[in-house]
């Protein structure tokens, strides 16, 4: 089903006239505008992005590491997906 972007009127009236509009061009374009990303934030996410996986194997013990790896198969190839 489409996301509407914007409300529709509930009046029949208002209604065919926002449809109209619409069909003919004449309805106002309603532009959001986009928002500009923060430069350093995005740097900071990725820094912590490309360290965590290692950092967390680095942590982990071989057993733990196993333990994850084992619960990740099983819930890979279960059935009841």
Not at 10 to 24: G, M, S, W, Y
Not at 47 to 54: A, E, F, M, S, V
């Amino acid at each position: 089903m489409p996301k509407r972007s914007s409300k529709r009127p509930r009046d029949l009236n208002q209604l065919a006239k926002a449809i109209t509009d619409e069909a003919t061009g004449q309805a106002p374009a309603e532009a959001k505008p986009e928002k500009e990303k923060n430069p350093a934030a995005i740097a900071l996410g990725r820094l912590g992005g490309l360290k965590g996986g290692k950092a967390r194997a680095a942590k982990l013990s071989a057993e733990e590491r196993t333990k994850i790896a084992k619960k990740a198969a099983l819930s890979r190839w279960r059935k009841d997906r």
